[in-house]
């Protein structure tokens, strides 16, 4: 199943919520060839990741939420909604930081689903919004939707 990489992004630095800035491009962000690879990659597994926000102080129920796919061919991205690009970004999970830890169990999809089906699922309500289509929600999607 093909993706149209035009209308969808990437973010290869891990974008954090909360941190008042645009994501800017880097070396490392795919080029529309190697994202539409990316997105045709079939997805062998996911974990949900969460960290405490980097903003708004040190609640014990407050943090970001994304979840991490392994690819079948061992590759790992973190799917992420963040309110500093105002959209769901995927990044390569070897830029979290130590602060990501692992929440449940390996979720194993349903069916064949590729990287592209779960940002598919991940961008049907729209950019972010705080009440209504965070980080959280994203999460909720893409289990709900593929796992």
Not at 91 to 114: I, Y
């Amino acid at each position: 199943m093909g993706n149209n990489p035009s209308t969808i992004g990437s973010s290869s630095g891990s974008s954090s919520s909360g941190s008042g800035g645009p994501v800017r491009p880097t070396p490392d962000d795919y080029d529309k060839r190697r994202l539409t690879n990316l997105y045709n990659t079939p997805v062998e597994s996911a974990q949900v990741f969460k960290r405490k926000l980097l903003t708004g102080g040190s609640l014990p129920f407050v943090y970001h939420e994304g979840i991490c796919v392994t690819t079948k061919a061992g590759e790992q991205y973190l799917v992420h909604s963040t309110d500093a690009s105002g959209a769901q970004v995927i990044t390569e999970a070897r830029h979290m930081s130590n602060n990501w830890e692992s929440v449940g169990e390996v979720l194993v999809p349903r069916g064949n689903q590729t990287v592209g089906d779960l940002m598919k699922t991940a961008r049907q309500d729209g950019g972010y919004n705080l009440l209504t289509n965070n980080c959280w929600n994203t999460v909720s999607k893409i289990k709900k939707s593929h796992f």
